[in-house]
């Protein structure tokens, strides 16, 4: 089974329409990253999350990481077309020492115009 | 915003070759790391990189694969003898420490081909 789970794994919306992405872990996550993915391009970082939850803003993005620290959500208010690309999760999973980030799948998001 | 270069963006190799990918980590950050991420697949850890030696490595960096910091702003990837396998797109990233909450910032990749 995977590590982290990202659903849903791609979604269509209308520009303005509001959207959800949901990062799931069987384990504690004890930091978690969102990063945005254009084809063929490098990672942006868009926020990272610490402590269960706390949620953190940027523009129109908001990430939430739960109360048990084994879920994150990515919320994006009002979508606009420049919003489109891949969002990926990765996150540590391992307390004292490990560096490591183990990523999600990711969710493919278009928006159309 | 200072960002994590790489270089080239795109590398074509015969199977059997060797390739050296380059990276320019953020200044004045300490660790380094290599992902690699297959077609289709998703971003996998490599190696990370502290204090001019490895900290940590996955099961995929086995002895094809070598880090090194020559000099103080370079960060290079090698691999001795590619294999078709190797074809993916590797990402060098840096952060200023190893704690959770220091961010880990992504270069735009290399898109290493093996043919």
């Known amino acids: 089974s995977q590590e982290l789970e990202q659903s849903p794994q791609s979604l269509i919306v209308q520009e303005g329409k509001n959207l959800t992405i949901n990062c799931t872990s069987s384990?504690?996550?004890?930091?978690l990253y969102w990063y945005k993915q254009k084809y063929g391009e490098g990672l942006i970082f868009l926020m990272m999350?610490?402590?269960?939850?706390e949620e953190k803003s940027h523009e129109k993005i908001t990430a939430k990481l739960d109360e048990k620290k084994q879920q994150s959500s990515l919320h994006i208010t009002a979508s606009q077309p420049s919003h489109a690309g891949i969002y990926l999760c990765?996150?540590?999973?391992?307390?004292?020492?490990?560096?490591?980030?183990?990523f999600g799948k990711g969710t493919k998001l278009t928006v159309n115009p | 915003e200072p960002e994590v270069t790489q270089t080239p963006s795109h590398q074509v190799t015969q199977m059997g070759q060797e390739v050296i990918l380059r990276c320019v980590p953020i200044?004045?950050?300490?660790?380094f790391y290599w992902y690699r991420q297959i077609l289709g697949q998703k971003v996998e850890f490599l190696v990370s990189f502290y204090n001019n030696e490895i900290s940590e490595k996955s099961e995929i960096f086995d002895d094809q694969f070598s880090v090194e910091r020559p000099d103080g702003s370079n960060f290079t990837l090698k691999i001795r003898s590619t294999k078709l396998e190797d074809s993916a797109m590797y990402f060098c990233?840096?952060?200023?420490?190893?704690?959770?909450?220091?961010?880990?910032?992504f270069g735009n990749g290399t898109r290493l081909t093996v043919t």
């Open positions: 990233a840096s952060k200023t420490t190893g704690a959770y909450n220091s961010p880990l910032h």
């Open positions: 990765g996150a540590v999973l391992t307390q004292g020492g490990s560096e490591k980030l183990v």
């Open positions: 200044s004045n950050h300490l660790y």
């Open positions: 384990k504690t996550l004890y930091g």
């Open positions: 999350l610490q402590k269960g939850g």
